[in-house]
């Protein structure tokens, strides 16, 4: 495979963005990170974009998005429904057909104009499940029911992890929730979805992310420390529940294998867990060890913004990576009910 | 580094219909399940499958590839969800195109799917918008001024767009899986139809149908080990513009020039008439049949419809037959509508085509556009390496 | 800028139409019946509800199990407070429920009192809807089994008629938010006065503005621009059926793009006061606008354009649209 790297990132993650539209607050961040590298979006080799019709309650939405791009003349484009760290990895494959050595990648949503927790319940089976409207918080707090019913982990452990994103977000610009809070003011926390306390759950956020990559030298010369992809990769569980284990993913551990994940240390891991159930579904499931820092930015629970998510987490290990505070990183991006599908990226600096 | 060589080993549809009976998971099942068959794959083979489809609002299941990834073989494998408004089709099958291209994949299943009847086309594409005024009345109602503008800029006869729609319905009778088959249809009852969008007559549209294509993409390895005819992919082109902007050329986009001119430079294709056997292109509208004529080279500028009018784009007797199967004029499930185009293209280069094949077709071309005429995805397919 | 946020509500609502297919439609008949229904996979156990394929193998699956009607929790939460959509008007238990005879758990509501009535593994048994139609809420949820419901499964009648396709309805309300520009130009519409916005680069000028010129990949300038409620028509489209989203409108009308006077791009807007046969391309026009006492924030201030009479504007380019600015040879 041919070597290629995040050499440039942006984002913009708030509570709230009303004052401005989808493009309105995308084309600061697109210029950002076209700027960092000092390229044009002509010269770009690729670009390739993330959204959903549904967050935003407009058929074709990207529609309106792509003219922050500045798309005259024309440019090699595609667009993904999903997370934009699936628009990553598209972009990742069209640089190593060779023929192009940069590529730009955008996502965005806004959850706050809707009900995100109703809006995913049309992601569910249709037939069944979808015409109950389970809101997305308590298809994941049966799946937590079960992993304290089998001793996967502790209502403890989940206050840790909680408590622990609240920490690392107070050091975020990003994030949304950075308030501190102790494991024991967690746990006293009444239930919001039992067995998860409001600690537990996502806090939501609009915004977007834009990463630039690049190839080989091209990378060398856009950015000074650029964070390699050693390896990428994404695989789905199957979306029946009832046919799941619930416990753990297996498309994650697939997927970190398939990326190469290996034995070497990871220095920080970026987990797209919205949730502390789903952030301990993941830490097991790629076999992270007491070395590595999970979440240093926060993570997906800090801030939540649906479909940028995914692409922020790898941003954010890049940018970790880029800075010299670490080495090697992984990164990791979801979509569906309790983690169905995962992407996972292995970075490396040089 | 070169890009590995990508070929079709095997395409399958739904019978395109108002209504498709089955479930969702059902119809892409059949379109996927005819795919495999073709290519003599079962889902084991597949590395991943690459899934585009139109608005989610159509269906009212958001990012519907989570249900569907169980449907398709997906559990511990990857699937790709593409949306690029209507050339969605067109897109999924060149990403697909370069999971392979790339080496990351041997073997992969493209799906472009739509099942409109769950709702309506007229729901889905224009929902209600606060504070803004609507007298728009779906594509056709924003295509009209456009095709208006072509008519007048190139004088050509009023009733060109008619023969285009006859031609794609004859066509039609020839393609099993056609939406509509109208066989007593005639010039003067395409003519006759009432006007919807004026210039825009109802004969002159697309249906709204239900429908899935798949297509099973292999690597040169894969494709050599095929036993059965296997459509060589000699480029894949996507391209994307603003669809507002001061000077815009509304009738022959820029982004739709730039693209055809990438696809055509890759598959080494200098004289595009004569060198291309059989196309497979977007037409929503029958106008836009001579409008992409010209805009993807096939005639000069302002020529593309006598192109019509000699007869040159039918299967019967013309050098460069369009839309042998009825294109979207006669089949129109949206996100599948540019994988059929592809699918076709590439059934044509088989010899596979069957009632509507083109003799002897060696290089054949898809073609999908979307947006505000602002989206563009092609391939070249031919039957040799 | 120190307005407040301009928010209008947004309802996204349709009843879906859902052909089913024989495994699902089915299982629904089954639940109209007051009979649940299983799939049996190619290992012999059996998944409810069924699926037309295996979801993990993906092979096809077609042989419908009758199950009982009691079963065991697997895995529960509590929703204290139903939401908007839920088809439960009591909070209640989100569950997971594997039916005796089956193999594999399905989601549905438990109604108890509180979350303390819940546990895994607690047996429980279906509460049938009253009226049933052949949908999963024909099982209008689960109790607490008592000890002496055996929940045996039940029997299909002969001679059935089969569920072909179920309605399911999607409701979702969002609060729209126009943005910076767009903001902008519907408060001066309120005042009968139209704002376009200006690339920062080209200078061209877009109504109703966008926030960005996607000419320049830039935002455009903060100031926006008055323009005239006068301009030309660019092209258009004369509608000659009636559409769903204007019922007010009756047929034949004109929809054409306008460029306003000073504006480089055309918006579409509604011809009025003209002979469809009569409109051209290049007619100059101008606005119709709602009486000053209606106005509101809304581009429906403008309720259509009507020709000035004055001669019309000459297009030497039919294949661009907009203001082509001298020596812009792209």
Same mark, same amino acid.
């Given at each position: 495979?041919?070597?290629?790297?995040?050499?440039?990132?942006?984002?913009?993650?708030?509570?709230?963005?009303?004052?401005?539209?989808?493009?309105?607050?995308?084309?600061?961040?697109?210029?950002?990170?076209?700027?960092?590298?000092?390229?044009?979006?002509?010269?770009?080799?690729?670009?390739?974009?993330?959204?959903?019709?549904?967050?935003?309650?407009?058929?074709?939405?990207?529609?309106?998005?792509?003219?922050?791009?500045?798309?005259?003349?024309?440019?090699?484009?595609?667009?993904?429904?999903?997370?934009?760290?699936?628009?990553?990895?598209?972009?990742?494959?069209?640089?190593?057909?060779?023929?192009?050595?940069?590529?730009?990648?955008?996502?965005?949503?806004?959850?706050?104009?809707?009900?995100?927790?109703?809006?995913?319940?049309?992601?569910?089976?249709?037939?069944?499940?979808?015409?109950?409207?389970?809101?997305?918080?308590?298809?994941?707090?049966?799946?937590?029911?079960?992993?304290?019913?089998?001793?996967?982990?502790?209502?403890?452990?989940?206050?840790?992890?909680?408590?622990?994103?609240?920490?690392?977000?107070?050091?975020?610009?990003?994030?949304?929730?950075?308030?501190?809070?102790?494991?024991?003011?967690?746990?006293?926390?009444?239930?919001?979805?039992?067995?998860?306390?409001?600690?537990?759950?996502?806090?939501?956020?609009?915004?977007?992310?834009?990463?630039?990559?690049?190839?080989?030298?091209?990378?060398?010369?856009?950015?000074?420390?650029?964070?390699?992809?050693?390896?990428?990769?994404?695989?789905?569980?199957?979306?029946?529940?009832?046919?799941?284990?619930?416990?753990?993913?297996?498309?994650?551990?697939?997927?970190?294998?398939?990326?190469?994940?290996?034995?070497?240390?990871?220095?920080?891991?970026?987990?797209?867990?919205?949730?502390?159930?789903?952030?301990?579904?993941?830490?097991?499931?790629?076999?992270?060890?007491?070395?590595?820092?999970?979440?240093?930015?926060?993570?997906?629970?800090?801030?939540?913004?649906?479909?940028?998510?995914?692409?922020?987490?790898?941003?954010?290990?890049?940018?970790?990576?880029?800075?010299?505070?670490?080495?090697?990183?992984?990164?990791?991006?979801?979509?569906?009910?309790?983690?169905?599908?995962?992407?996972?990226?292995?970075?490396?600096?040089? | 580094?070169?890009?590995?060589?990508?070929?079709?080993?095997?395409?399958?549809?739904?019978?395109?219909?108002?209504?498709?009976?089955?479930?969702?998971?059902?119809?892409?099942?059949?379109?996927?399940?005819?795919?495999?068959?073709?290519?003599?794959?079962?889902?084991?083979?597949?590395?991943?499958?690459?899934?585009?489809?139109?608005?989610?609002?159509?269906?009212?299941?958001?990012?519907?590839?989570?249900?569907?990834?169980?449907?398709?073989?997906?559990?511990?494998? @990857? /699937?790709?969800?593409?949306? *690029?408004?209507? +050339?969605?089709? #067109?897109?999924? &099958?060149? !990403?697909?195109? =370069?999971?392979?291209?790339?080496?990351?994949?041997?073997?992969?299943?493209?799906?472009?799917?739509?099942?409109?009847?769950?709702?309506?086309?007229?729901?889905?594409?224009?929902?209600?918008?606060?504070?803004?005024?609507?007298?728009?009345?779906?594509?056709?109602?924003?295509?009209?001024?456009?095709?208006?503008?072509?008519?007048?800029?190139?004088?050509?006869?009023?009733?060109?767009?008619?023969?285009?729609?006859?031609?794609?319905?004859?066509?039609?009778?020839?393609?099993?899986?056609?939406?509509?088959?109208?066989?007593?249809?005639?010039?003067?009852?395409?003519?006759?139809?009432?006007?919807?969008?004026? @210039? /825009?007559?109802?004969?002159? *549209?697309?249906? +709204?149908?239900? #429908?899935?294509? &798949?297509? !099973?993409?292999? =690597?040169?390895?894969?494709?050599?080990?095929?036993?059965?005819?296997?459509?060589?992919?000699?480029?894949?082109?996507?391209?994307?513009?603003?669809?507002?902007?001061?000077?815009?050329?509304?009738?022959?986009?820029?982004?739709?020039?730039?693209?055809?001119?990438?696809?055509?430079?890759?598959?080494?294709?200098?004289?595009?008439?004569?060198?291309?056997?059989?196309?497979?292109?977007?037409?929503?509208?029958?106008?836009?049949?001579?409008?992409?004529?010209?805009?993807?080279?096939?005639?000069?500028?302002?020529?593309?419809?006598?192109?019509?009018?000699?007869?040159?784009?039918?299967?019967?007797?013309?050098?460069?037959?369009?839309?042998?199967?009825?294109?979207?004029?006669?089949?129109?499930?949206?996100?599948?509508?540019?994988?059929?185009?592809?699918?076709?293209?590439?059934?044509?280069?088989?010899?596979?085509?069957?009632?509507?094949?083109?003799?002897?077709?060696?290089?054949?071309?898809?073609?999908?556009?979307?947006?505000?005429?602002?989206?563009?995805?092609?391939?070249?397919?031919?039957?040799?390496? | 800028?120190?307005?407040?946020?301009?928010?209008?509500?947004?309802?996204?609502?349709?009843?879906?139409?859902?052909?089913?297919?024989?495994?699902?439609?089915?299982?629904?008949?089954?639940?109209?019946?007051?009979?649940?229904?299983?799939?049996?996979?190619?290992?012999?156990?059996?998944?409810?509800?069924?699926?037309?394929?295996?979801?993990?193998?993906?092979?096809?699956?077609?042989?419908?199990?009758?199950?009982?009607?009691?079963?065991?929790?697997?895995?529960?939460?509590?929703?204290?407070?139903?939401?908007?959509?839920?088809?439960?008007?009591?909070?209640?238990?989100?569950?997971?429920?594997?039916?005796?005879?089956?193999?594999?758990?399905?989601?549905?509501?438990?109604?108890?009192?509180?979350?303390?009535?819940?546990?895994?593994?607690?047996?429980?048994?279906?509460?049938?809807?009253?009226?049933?139609?052949?949908?999963?809420?024909?099982?209008?949820?689960?109790?607490?089994?008592?000890?002496?419901?055996?929940?045996?499964?039940?029997?299909?009648?002969?001679?059935?008629?089969?569920?072909?396709?179920?309605?399911?309805?999607?409701?979702?309300?969002?609060?729209?938010?126009?943005?910076?520009?767009?903001?902008?130009?519907?408060?001066?519409?309120?005042?009968?006065?139209?704002?376009?916005?200006?690339?920062?680069?080209?200078?061209?000028?877009?109504?109703?503005?966008?926030?960005?010129?996607?000419?320049?990949?830039?935002?455009?300038?903060?100031?926006?621009?008055?323009?005239?409620?006068?301009?030309?028509?660019?092209?258009?489209?004369?509608?000659?059926?009636?559409?769903?989203?204007?019922?007010?409108?009756?047929?034949?009308?004109?929809?054409?793009?306008?460029?306003?006077?000073?504006?480089?791009?055309?918006?579409?807007?509604?011809?009025?006061?003209?002979?469809?046969?009569?409109?051209?391309?290049?007619?100059?026009?101008?606005?119709?606008?709602?009486?000053?006492?209606?106005?509101?924030?809304?581009?429906?201030?403008?309720?259509?354009?009507?020709?000035?009479?004055?001669?019309?504007?000459?297009?030497?380019?039919?294949?661009?649209?907009?203001?082509?600015?001298?020596?812009?040879?792209?």
């Amino acid at each position: 495979m041919r070597d290629v790297a995040v050499v440039a990132f942006s984002q913009r993650q708030e509570a709230m963005i009303n004052t401005e539209s989808e493009v309105e607050f995308m084309v600061p961040l697109m210029n950002e990170a076209k700027d960092a590298v000092g390229l044009t979006q002509q010269e770009m080799g690729f670009t390739c974009s993330g959204s959903s019709d549904f967050l935003a309650g407009q058929a074709f939405s990207f529609v309106m998005t792509i003219d922050g791009t500045g798309p005259v003349p024309p440019i090699s484009e595609s667009h993904v429904e999903q997370d934009g760290a699936w628009a990553l990895y598209e972009a990742w494959v069209k640089l190593q057909c060779g023929d192009i050595d940069t590529a730009f990648v955008y996502s965005y949503g806004k959850s706050s104009p809707g009900s995100l927790r109703d809006v995913l319940a049309t992601q569910m089976d249709p037939y069944y499940v979808a015409p109950l409207w389970p809101d997305a918080f308590a298809i994941e707090a049966m799946a937590a029911r079960q992993m304290l019913d089998q001793g996967v982990v502790s209502e403890q452990q989940l206050a840790e992890i909680a408590s622990r994103s609240r920490a690392h977000a107070a050091s975020n610009p990003h994030a949304v929730r950075t308030a501190p809070k102790s494991v024991d003011e967690i746990l006293a926390e009444d239930y919001a979805m039992a067995p998860l306390r409001p600690s537990d759950l996502p806090a939501s956020s609009d915004g977007g992310a834009v990463i630039v990559l690049a190839a080989d030298d091209k990378a060398r010369e856009l950015c000074d420390r650029p964070a390699w992809i050693r390896g990428i990769d994404h695989r789905s569980d199957a979306h029946t529940l009832g046919v799941r284990d619930l416990t753990t993913s297996m498309s994650a551990r697939i997927a970190a294998e398939k990326a190469g994940i290996g034995n070497d240390k990871i220095d920080i891991a970026e987990l797209h867990a919205p949730f502390s159930s789903s952030e301990a579904v993941l830490t097991k499931a790629l076999g992270l060890g007491g070395d590595t820092v999970i979440n240093p930015s926060g993570g997906a629970q800090a801030a939540h913004t649906m479909m940028a998510s995914g692409l922020i987490r790898i941003g954010e290990a890049a940018q970790r990576i880029s800075c010299g505070d670490a080495d090697r990183a992984v990164a990791t991006a979801a979509s569906g009910p309790c983690l169905q599908q995962n992407l996972v990226a292995v970075l490396e600096g040089e | 580094m070169g890009k590995e060589r990508a070929a079709v080993l095997g395409v399958g549809q739904t019978k395109y219909d108002t209504t498709y009976p089955g479930s969702m998971a059902g119809m892409l099942r059949e379109a996927a399940t005819n795919a495999l068959e073709m290519s003599g794959k079962c889902w084991d083979d597949i590395d991943a499958v690459i899934m585009g489809k139109a608005p989610d609002f159509f269906e009212g299941v958001m990012m519907p590839e989570v249900y569907l990834a169980e449907a398709l073989g997906c559990v511990g494998k @990857p /699937i790709m969800r593409v949306h *690029t408004a209507g +050339s969605v089709g #067109g897109s999924t &099958a060149c !990403v697909a195109t =370069s999971m392979i291209q790339s080496g990351v994949h041997e073997t992969v299943l493209t799906i472009g799917w739509e099942k409109q009847s769950e709702s309506n086309a007229m729901w889905a594409l224009s929902l209600p918008q606060p504070f803004a005024t609507s007298v728009n009345a779906g594509a056709g109602g924003y295509f009209s001024p456009i095709i208006r503008r072509y008519m007048m800029m190139t004088e050509a006869p009023e009733l060109i767009g008619c023969m285009v729609a006859l031609k794609d319905r004859k066509h039609a009778l020839n393609n099993p899986y056609a939406h509509l088959h109208q066989p007593e249809l005639t010039f003067e009852q395409v003519v006759e139809s009432p006007m919807l969008w004026d @210039p /825009i007559r109802y004969s002159e *549209t697309c249906p +709204s149908s239900d #429908g899935a294509c &798949a297509i !099973v993409l292999g =690597s040169e390895k894969v494709a050599e080990a095929h036993d059965g005819p296997v459509a060589w992919i000699k480029g894949i082109a996507m391209r994307s513009e603003s669809g507002s902007f001061a000077g815009r050329n509304m009738v022959s986009p820029a982004a739709s020039e730039a693209c055809a001119d990438d696809v055509f430079a890759q598959a080494g294709i200098h004289d595009r008439r004569k060198e291309i056997d059989a196309v497979e292109m977007y037409v929503p509208f029958s106008w836009y049949e001579p409008m992409w004529l010209e805009s993807l080279g096939f005639a000069e500028k302002g020529q593309g419809w006598k192109m019509v009018e000699e007869g040159a784009t039918s299967i019967d007797g013309g050098d460069l037959p369009v839309n042998c199967s009825g294109g979207v004029l006669s089949s129109n499930p949206i996100g599948a509508s540019g994988m059929i185009r592809f699918g076709e293209a590439a059934l044509q280069v088989m010899g596979l085509a069957g009632d509507h094949q083109v003799d002897g077709a060696k290089t054949a071309v898809g073609h999908a556009y979307g947006g505000a005429a602002q989206y563009y995805a092609m391939w070249v397919v031919g039957a040799d390496k | 800028m120190a307005d407040e946020v301009l928010t209008a509500p947004l309802v996204l609502e349709y009843p879906f139409t859902r052909t089913t297919g024989p495994v699902i439609g089915g299982f629904l008949t089954g639940l109209r019946e007051g009979v649940i229904h299983g799939v049996r996979r190619s290992d012999g156990t059996v998944m409810c509800p069924p699926l037309e394929y295996d979801p993990i193998t993906s092979a096809p699956l077609s042989e419908l199990v009758a199950v009982g009607t009691v079963g065991t929790v697997t895995t529960w939460t509590w929703n204290g407070e139903p939401r908007a959509q839920q088809p439960f008007t009591q909070p209640f238990a989100w569950a997971m429920i594997t039916l005796d005879g089956a193999d594999t758990p399905m989601l549905h509501a438990v109604f108890v009192d509180s979350a303390d009535d819940m546990a895994t593994g607690m047996r429980v048994e279906v509460v049938w809807r009253d009226k049933r139609e052949g949908h999963i809420i024909d099982i209008a949820g689960f109790i607490p089994a008592v000890a002496s419901t055996t929940g045996e499964p039940g029997a299909m009648p002969g001679d059935v008629e089969q569920i072909q396709s179920v309605r399911t309805s999607i409701r979702m309300e969002y609060t729209y938010t126009p943005g910076r520009a767009l903001s902008q130009y519907l408060r001066a519409m309120k005042d009968k006065r139209i704002l376009g916005d200006t690339c920062p680069e080209t200078g061209e000028v877009s109504v109703p503005p966008r926030g960005v010129s996607s000419v320049a990949g830039k935002p455009t300038l903060p100031e926006l621009v008055d323009l005239p409620d006068t301009g030309y028509i660019e092209s258009f489209n004369i509608t000659r059926v009636p559409i769903k989203m204007r019922p007010d409108l009756t047929p034949p009308y004109v929809s054409a793009w306008i460029v306003l006077d000073g504006a480089s791009v055309g918006f579409m807007g509604l011809g009025m006061n003209v002979e469809p046969e009569d409109v051209r391309v290049g007619m100059r026009v101008r606005a119709v606008w709602k009486p000053d006492d209606e106005l509101e924030m809304s581009a429906q201030n403008i309720l259509g354009w009507e020709p000035t009479g004055e001669p019309d504007e000459v297009i030497t380019d039919y294949a661009r649209v907009g203001r082509i600015e001298q020596g812009d040879d792209q």
